[in-house]
């Protein structure tokens, strides 16, 4: 009965989800005492703060959120673009310079942007260059490995057809391929401004500025008034991110936009620019060229921190429960969300009908859209309200948080399909669960389990997020090393968090291997 690859990963998969909720315990969990100030954050959701002078630091904190997107975003397709051509065979064979350049890719994307900021503040200070390499590099580095991918995987006739004539790597890359991708580096370029909108929130935490930054500033004071003003203006910016992505991605209104959208790029990093005063000679001033060496050498070589190494196989165990039990929440909340927000593959049958079918679908819309605007530790800090201090604030907020992205992307992948299937059960009279259970589900399953075996490998370098809050894990430990300016102690935690990244990397390839 387990000699099937499929069985041993779903019996093993069942473990690892039952240890999990093991590590984390289920006793003691909820705090009722918070459940005055969890429901008062909800209610104040009606009564936003509307006045004029808050209003103005909202749409400037928007701008500022809004602009360090942009400048991310085209960093990351500049090194994406240049690291794809040391990484790509296409354009250096399989030789030493395209492991090592694969190599030295792997890092920045095994590493979340919110630790890359902590660690350039300490150099750079707060200054907006902080905030655009963060996203801009480990961005970067995947968005290389993404491109390289499609111009390895691309028709290569072209490509062939002018080697044979003698032209160079590159000049065949640029005429036999490039033109067969160049729609898709577009969409996706879109698709990073829209991760960028996300992480430029969360940045703000760190105290970079940002939407991010005032909703800090708004919780410590409790004012779930203004909060719920920047969440709104949160919703308002990454639905818009949402929605020119899915634009790009299906093709719509991009169709011959080859002459004006490099211009429209220009001068959105023009306006992005100038909106954070950007400057970039502070990356070779005087404080830095200091500072760089002396916090190069506080870092290495890496070390234990107070607690040796039991503290640490704690935290990396606590971690890994972490992601597992966020992975679960946010598949299932994802699932649930998808299944309101989409597209069915049949209409209703009468007027009626098709209102309440289009309310479901904004309904679910919306709530998706607010799981995933609203970073990760907002929610942490609200769930430690009613939540006792552990690993379940952190795995329900990042739980929350990825339901919002997943819903979003199992509803595109169900909407994709042709929808025979579930037709046939909906003319053979099965309810809502049995459209689900034989129509809906068996046609988008290979796509489903793709998008949450992809996410659940975000998922661990997601953690730190939760953890800078003090939710528990790598993060948390991490917090305290900084806190204490144990930089040593920093790196050997960054180290494994790396180990973490990387490890499940290779477990999500193996699980898709298993599952083709």
Known sequence: MIRSPRRRLAIAGVLVVAWSVGRAGIIDVVNSAGAPAFARFWRDALSPDLSQEFVSLTIEATLTTAAYAILGSALAIVVGVFGALLISERTVGSGVVRRL????ATVPRAVHEILIALLLVQVLGFDPIVAVLAIGVPFGAVTAKVYADALDDADRSGYDALRASGAGRLTAVAYGIAPRV????????????????????VLGIVGVGGLGFQLDVSFESLRYDEIWTLIFALMVLSGSADAVSSLSRRGGGFRGAGRWLPL????????????????????????????????????????????????????TIDTIALAVLATVIATVLGIVGAANSRRRAIGPPHGFGIVTDGIRRAVGRVVLLLGRAVPAPVWAFLFVLVLYPGIWPGAVALGVYNAGVLGRLYAEAIEANPGDAERAALLSGARWWGRWTYGVIPAAAPRLVSLTVYRSEVLVRETIVIGVVGAGGLGQLLRDDLAARDFAAVTGVVLVLIALAVAADALGRMVRRILR
């Open 101 to 104: 350049s694969t190599v030295a």
């Open 182 to 201: 160049r729609g898709e580096f577009v969409s996706y370029g879109f698709y990073r401004l829209e991760c960028a909108m996300r992480s430029a929130a």
């Open 264 to 315: 429209a790029g220009l001068a959105a990093v023009a306006w992005s620019w100038w909106e954070v005063g950007l400057d970039v000679s502070v990356l070779w001033s005087p404080r830095t060229l200091e500072r760089a060496p002396e916090f190069l050498d506080d870092m290495f070589p890496p070390r234990l921190g107070p607690g040796g190494w039991s503290e640490l196989w704690s935290a």
